[in-house]
């Protein structure tokens, strides 16, 4: 089905996982943006570049039916200067961890930060996508500038 026939937007970088097909010991995925999903993503994350989107992903069985998620998203990206203006080019290395239950099943409080399993499928490439997003700085700049103090005279 496509975005038009669902009305959910389509992600721009969807590699779903089958909870259920992930082996009892678990699996390494290792996933990566193609050009056009690059430029979708750069829309979507407010940057004006991203040329590199990838991950390392080690999915497990987790708590009857939940799914652990354990990996390294690596992303080479331009980004704006709050400080000067200028677009500079940058390489994040993020660490990433995130559990996963069925719907119902989250009852105790170490399960508060589990997110759904949505049709017994989790998009690893949004979750790449959620995790680099998370990582952003705000307020980016390049390495050794500063904020300087400017009072205006009235």
Same mark, same amino acid.
């Given at each position: 089905?496509?975005?038009?026939? /669902? +009305? @959910?937007?389509?992600?721009?970088?969807?590699?779903?996982?089958?909870? #259920?097909?992930?082996?009892?010991? +678990?699996?390494?995925? @290792?996933?990566?943006? #193609?050009?056009? *999903?690059?430029?979708?993503?750069?829309?979507?994350?407010?940057?004006?570049?991203?040329?590199?989107? %990838?991950?390392?992903?080690?999915? /497990?069985?987790? %708590?009857?039916?939940?799914? @652990?998620?354990? +990996?390294?998203?690596?992303? #080479?990206?331009?980004?704006?200067?709050?400080?000067?203006?200028?677009? &500079?080019?940058? /390489?994040?290395?993020?660490?990433?961890?995130?559990? &996963?239950?069925?719907?119902?099943?989250?009852? +105790?409080?170490? *399960?508060?930060?589990?997110?759904?399993?949505?049709?017994?499928?989790?998009?690893?490439? *949004?979750? /790449?996508?959620?995790?680099?997003?998370?990582?952003? #700085?705000?307020?980016?700049?390049?390495?050794?500038?500063? &904020?300087?103090?400017?009072?205006?005279?009235?």
């Amino acid at each position: 089905m496509s975005h038009r026939q /669902t +009305g @959910k937007p389509q992600p721009e970088f969807s590699r779903p996982l089958i909870v #259920d097909r992930v082996p009892r010991l +678990g699996s390494t995925e @290792k996933i990566g943006a #193609d050009p056009p *999903e690059l430029q979708a993503l750069a829309a979507r994350l407010g940057v004006p570049a991203v040329h590199a989107l %990838r991950a390392e992903i080690r999915a /497990t069985p987790w %708590r009857g039916g939940g799914l @652990k998620l354990e +990996g390294t998203v690596t992303a #080479d990206l331009d980004q704006i200067s709050v400080v000067s203006l200028e677009t &500079f080019r940058q /390489t994040l290395v993020i660490v990433m961890q995130r559990y &996963f239950l069925p719907p119902g099943a989250q009852s +105790g409080s170490d *399960e508060d930060d589990a997110d759904p399993i949505v049709g017994g499928v989790v998009d690893l490439g *949004e979750v /790449t996508v959620e995790t680099l997003a998370l990582d952003l #700085d705000p307020y980016p700049r390049l390495p050794g500038e500063a &904020f300087s103090a400017h009072i205006e005279d009235d």
